[in-house]
T-cell receptor, first 114, second 114 residues
Framework: AQKVTQAQTEISVVEKEDVTLDCVYE???????LFWYKQPPSGELVFLIR??????QNEISGRYSWNFQKSTSSFNFTITASQVVDSAVYFC???????????FGSGTKLNVKP | GAVVSQHPSRVICKSGTSVKIECRSL??????MFWYRQFPKQSLMLMAT?????????EQGVEKDKFLINHASLTLSTLTVTSAHPEDSSFYIC??????????FGNGTRLTVT
């Protein structure tokens, strides 16, 4: 069965610190997709990244970077030089090949203090 | 800009009344839409998958007579919470799938039943 675990319920950092949000997943599928979404207090889900199971290349986008390791079934998300605007709940999600079903982790609330 | 529009963003209703939430794909045709529910400080749980022109598929434990889903066109799915009770108060969010693309989420509807 598919499952996504975000063990960190809440993290607090001071602005400009780096922070890594952990995500561990379980699936029997050989083809799957992993996602990160940001949910600010207003509630909408903001798409950050999608990675398919055959692409283990790490990705960097500005202050954001993602580390995908199939060997440990992890897809961790790092924010470098965090800013107050990064404060939000971040969800990691797993999708089957046809995107028909998303399995969300429980989310990590990130508090960035000035 | 937003590609999935959800309306209303907030609704307060009295216990026993019904509430309809709309989910529209703005610039693409969505044969499949999904409805999620999010309790405070919790993750998103898939309630049902809505297919245009056919009956919705409900997840285990979701009452189909309580949460009526209608996918009347390729751009519109509606969720009606019938005879709402305070325990139905939650954040409801829809998503729409465009072929081979990340799911687009609506901005969510915060339902409060008094």
């Amino acid at each position: 069965a598919q499952k996504v675990t975000q063990a960190q319920t809440e993290i607090s950092v001071v602005e400009k610190e780096d922070v890594t949000l952990d995500c561990v997943y379980e699936t029997r599928d050989t083809t799957y997709y992993l996602f990160w979404y940001k949910q600010p207090p207003s509630g909408e889900l903001v798409f950050l990244i999608r990675r398919n199971s055959f692409d283990e290349q790490n990705e960097i986008s500005g202050r954001y970077s993602w580390n995908f390791q199939k060997s440990t079934s992890s897809f961790n998300f790092t924010i470098t030089a965090s800013q107050v605007v990064d404060s939000a709940v971040y969800f990691c999600a797993l999708s089957e090949n046809n995107f028909n079903k998303f399995y969300f982790g429980s989310g990590t609330k990130l508090n960035v203090k000035p | 800009g937003a590609v999935v529009s959800q309306h209303p963003s907030r609704v307060i209703c009295k216990s026993g009344t019904s509430v309809k939430i709309e989910c529209r794909s703005l610039d693409f045709q969505a044969t499949t839409m999904f409805w999620y529910r999010q309790f405070p400080k919790q993750s998103l749980m898939l309630m049902a998958t809505s297919n245009e022109g056919s009956k919705a598929t409900y997840e285990q434990g979701v009452e189909k007579d309580k949460f009526l889903i209608n996918h009347a066109s390729l751009t519109l799915s509606t969720l009606t919470v019938t005879s709402a009770h305070p325990e139905d108060s939650s954040f409801y969010i829809c998503s729409a799938r465009n072929t081979n693309a990340p799911l687009h989420f609506g901005n969510g509807t915060r339902l409060t039943v008094t």
